[in-house]
């Protein structure tokens, strides 16, 4: 803003010294920065991700540099650093950096990155695997052990399983195993939600099949050498049991029957008499558990 003149004096011996001043220039103006490389934009422009900007080139050197973040042409609030943190209400909306350099006697001068390409949906990301603990057996109960998750604001959604086909009406994160689950097999999924996230969904492995336990019956007549032996199973759940036993002492199988209606009678040889321990070993079925007991039973 000053004005510019100069003095110019002249002197010689004999000669008396003469001085003459110039025009004053007009103000001087601010100087001019010349921008000789674009500030860039580093990084994914993906929600949950950090982008940070390059300052660009300046020629003369700026002393100092300021930034601001827009989003779909609009600055972002709090976005004047170097770095920015691309939040939910980013998605969808390309990014640019602008750049300002400054320096004492200078004009502030900004530039501007090209824009990026619309931000990306974020990625929710999971750490271990979701899990069912406890009893899947009717009666029993299942709880789903979940994953631990970013962001953690998600919000978690459960829904349950029964051999492919959704429990309806259930979304608890624990399952109480009753007779309809009986010969099917249990599954939870965890769906996570975030404004700005790709929604994901978790599944856990299912379960082994549910099946009832049998409660065992053994009753023995006639006499050794010729022993009569009834055994009968019923179930929690299943009407009739259905399947094989087989009848054992001392770590051999005297007998095998088929159960009819729950229940099977035949002949054990080899049993002498007294107060013996017998193995009922039952192979299971579809709905019931495989299982082997031991009865004492008095061979006359």
Do not use: C
Request: no cysteine; hydrophobic share 40%; aromatic share 4%.
């Amino acid at each position: 803003g000053n004005r510019i003149s100069v003095r110019a004096t002249a002197s010689r011996i004999g000669y008396r010294r003469v001085a003459a001043v110039s025009a004053s220039t007009r103000p001087v103006t601010a100087g001019r920065f010349a921008a000789t490389a674009r500030p860039l934009v580093r990084g994914t422009a993906r929600v949950g991700e950090t982008v940070s900007a390059t300052a660009g080139s300046w020629v003369p050197a700026p002393s100092s540099l300021t930034y601001q973040w827009s989003a779909a042409g609009k600055p972002v609030k709090n976005a004047s650093r170097p770095t920015l943190r691309v939040g939910p209400a980013l998605a969808g909306k390309a990014l640019r950096v602008t750049v300002t350099a400054t320096r004492a006697g200078y004009r502030p001068l900004g530039t501007s990155s090209v824009k990026t390409e619309p931000v990306a949906l974020g990625r929710i990301t999971t750490q271990g695997a979701p899990a069912l603990v406890g009893s899947a057996r009717p009666g029993g109960a299942l709880r789903l052990h979940d994953a631990s998750f970013t962001p953690r604001d998600a919000v978690v959604s459960v829904t349950w399983w029964r051999s492919g086909v959704r429990v309806k009406g259930l979304k608890g994160t624990s399952y109480r195993v009753s007779g309809t689950d009986l010969g099917a097999r249990i599954a939870a999924r965890m769906t996570l939600t975030a404004p700005g996230y790709r929604t994901r969904t978790l599944r856990t492995p299912y379960t082994a099949r549910v099946r009832s336990v049998a409660r065992v019956r053994l009753t023995v007549g006639g006499r050794h050498g010729h022993v009569r032996a009834t055994v009968s199973l019923s179930a929690p759940g299943v009407r009739h049991v259905t399947g094989k036993v087989r009848i054992g002492w001392r770590g051999r199988t005297l007998r095998q029957v088929v159960l009819h209606g729950g229940s099977a009678t035949s002949t054990l040889n080899g049993v002498p008499a007294g107060v013996r321990r017998l193995a009922v070993t039952y192979t299971g079925s579809r709905l019931v558990a495989p299982r082997t007991v031991t009865r004492t039973v008095r061979v006359r």
